[in-house]
């Protein structure tokens, strides 16, 4: 609501001014010369408050807003409103006007809490309000009788300060207008009293003192809401680089809570965080750049003008390209992070085990050793059928035996060290229905297992020439069924134990770089029973599966029992090919240690592997 009154001075009465406004363009303003005219007969009193209080009761005191004369009186017309830092007095309407209207302004309305700027000196303060000069008492409660002292509660000003000789202490004065003479202390006596310059340092601390009323409230209020954001921000960054870097953790979480996430991440994060953000920050900084500018006394024009305002234009700069970096923190967090924490947890992770393998080739492995007298090879995996028919009547369609459909993974790699001329050839049989394994030497490379793989994707008409070959059982076993329930996969023929392998068969593409293999280096027994297979005392098979439960970490040591010797990997930022790292012998010669590459047995537990993963892309067109 508008004042009932006009905006000139006016002798009746009228309600409280603090809840209406006059706009600024309707307060009427006097002419420059009624000003000076007024302005010949100010008061020359020494003290800066007395000459306030005398011109205020002779009608001489200029409004610096409508040029009008602050008088006093009883009613709110007269309420007046004082600067606390240059102590301008002016009429409070014409003050309440002039807040009123650098609200409106754009950029203002973002910072929500109201606030304004002086019009003599700028300096920054909360909504004007109506009070005495000590802001003890509002207008409604002062002396109606005061012509004395226009504007005084008659109270002790109590406002603190510092004396000449710069102890604190409070002013013992009536409430008044202008500065106060702060009284020293007994403890003042005979010291010198400070001298009337300030140090360059105390000039500093004395402008940073002076910072305008509620600045620091407003200020900590913007930076509780950024700090309150970006502390939630930071727990569900966390929690999004665990779920998407460490997927063996969360295997209950598939393909729809990561459509969620990205969801949420887009419309909150996006259209909600990022734009709030961005206003809190350009309000933090816009009030840490005013008062920097305070500080380093960089708003006077008085001296070195070129150099302050090139370092006012410097410093919104860097203030600029600070509050960009802390805005992006997030973005680069959830765009990068996984990644980076990827990155981390693989580097190392095969340090040790030489040997790598590409896995996601699927039939033709490549394999490539870190020692340097080891040369790369080439492996195939196969499927072959080989049923046993009964003479006139054919194979038995209810009954399966052991290696009537199987996957070979064939291997001719050089001898090692002095025999490197000469090639070994091996082959690895796989018989999943049937859970069996056998190790198989031949006299010569597997040509048909090799065309079988990847020859005949190729060409359907041209065959290329085989030979009979020679195998010879080198060694057989089993391996154990695998479920929700028993995740971990045992050799016990080889002592080996398949960490997680229900995850490798069953799980997400994510969860198959964190798959331990190990040996136990622990004696074993064979049971009584004939044809059983071996198994470990039941106390080391407890302890063996206590490592197997062990979560994934690429750098815990493991029992020494239990060693490490095959890991599969994906290196990189963020998830790439996945690779299989394998340990290799090794043997000293001339005190030098020299590899002999990967041991047959550990081929075993990979031929498992890559059959199940074929096997499963077969049935389910997955890897």
């Known amino acids: 609501m508008k004042f009932p009154w006009p905006a000139s001075r006016a002798d009746s009465a009228s309600s409280d001014p603090e809840a209406g406004v006059v706009p600024l363009e309707n307060i009427i303003r006097l002419s420059t010369e009624t000003q000076r005219r007024n302005g010949f007969r100010q008061s020359n009193l020494p003290d800066h408050g007395d000459r306030i209080t005398e011109d205020i009761k002779n009608g001489n005191y200029i409004c610096s807003i409508c040029l009008d004369s602050v008088t ?156 309150v954001i970006y502390a939630l921000l930071g727990v569900w960054l966390h929690y999004h680089i665990q779920w998407w870097s460490k997927p063996f953790k969360y295997p209950q979480l598939g393909d729809s809570h990561i459509i969620a996430e990205i969801m949420v991440l887009i419309l909150v994060g996006v259209f909600v965080i990022l734009p709030l953000n961005c206003i809190l920050l350009a309000a933090l900084f816009a009030d840490l750049g005013s008062f920097l500018s305070v500080a380093f006394n960089l708003n006077s024009r008085e001296t070195k003008p070129t150099r302050k305002a090139a370092m006012k234009f410097f410093g919104r700069i860097l203030l600029f390209l600070i509050a960009l970096g802390i805005w992006m923190l997030p973005i680069l967090g959830f765009a990068g992070g996984v990644d980076i924490a990827w990155y981390n947890q693989m580097k190392d992770s095969c340090n040790g085990l030489n040997t790598r393998i590409d896995m996601d080739t699927m039939t033709k492995f490549t394999v490539r050793s870190l020692s340097p007298n080891i040369a790369p090879y080439d492996m195939y995996l196969a499927s072959h059928l080989d049923p046993v028919l009964v003479p006139g009547t054919g194979n038995t369609t209810n009954t399966t035996n052991p290696f009537e459909y199987y996957q070979r993974l064939s291997i001719s790699r050089p001898s090692p060290p002095p025999l490197s001329r000469d090639y070994e050839h091996i082959a690895i049989d796989i018989d999943i229905p049937s859970r069996l394994y056998r190790i198989l030497h031949l006299n010569a490379s597997n040509a048909e297992n090799e065309y079988m793989a990847l020859g005949y994707k190729s060409s359907l008409t041209s065959l290329p020439t085989f030979h009979p070959l020679e195998e010879t059982i080198k060694s057989n076993g089993s391996f154990s069924e695998v479920t929700k329930k028993d995740k971990h996969m045992l050799i016990p023929e080889l002592n080996i134990g398949i960490a997680n392998m229900y995850s490798f068969i069953y799980g997400s593409p994510e969860q198959k770089p964190f798959i331990k293999i190990y040996q136990n280096q622990s004696p074993y027994w064979r049971s009584s029973a004939p044809g059983s297979p071996t198994s470990l005392f039941p106390m080391d098979l407890l302890l063996f599966n206590k490592t197997l439960n062990e979560p994934w970490d690429s750098k815990k040591n493991t029992p020494k029992d239990h060693k490490l010797v095959m890991r599969t990997a994906s290196f990189g930022h963020g998830r790439q090919r996945l690779d299989m790292c394998m340990k290799e012998d090794t043997e000293f010669k001339k005190g030098i240690e020299v590899s002999k590459g990967v041991s047959e047995e550990f081929w075993v537990p990979f031929a498992i592997m890559v059959a199940h993963r074929e096997r499963m892309y077969e049935m389910e067109g997955r890897k």
């Not at 700028?122 to 409604?140: D, V």
């Open 72 to 227: 006093h009186g009883d009613t709110y017309e007269y309420s007046i409103w004082h600067c606390l830092s240059c102590y301008t007095v002016t009429h409070f309407r014409c003050a309440k006007s002039w807040a009123q209207a650098r609200s409106r302004t754009a950029f203002s309305s973002i910072r929500f809490l109201e606030s304004w700027k002086c019009p003599s000196c700028s300096n920054e303060i909360l909504e004007p309000r109506a009070r005495c000069w000590c802001q003890k008492k509002s207008f409604r409660s002062l002396e109606p009788s005061n012509n004395e002292r226009p504007n005084s509660c008659l109270d002790i000003c109590d406002r603190a300060g510092t004396c000449g000789h710069g102890e604190e202490n409070t002013c013992t004065k009536m409430c008044h207008p202008g500065p106060c003479n702060i009284p020293c202390k007994p403890s003042c006596a005979g010291r010198r009293v400070l001298p009337p310059t300030p140090t360059g340092w105390e000039r500093f601390w004395a402008r940073i003192h002076q910072r305008p009323a509620g600045s620091v409230r407003k200020f900590i209020f913007f930076f509780s809401i950024f700090f």
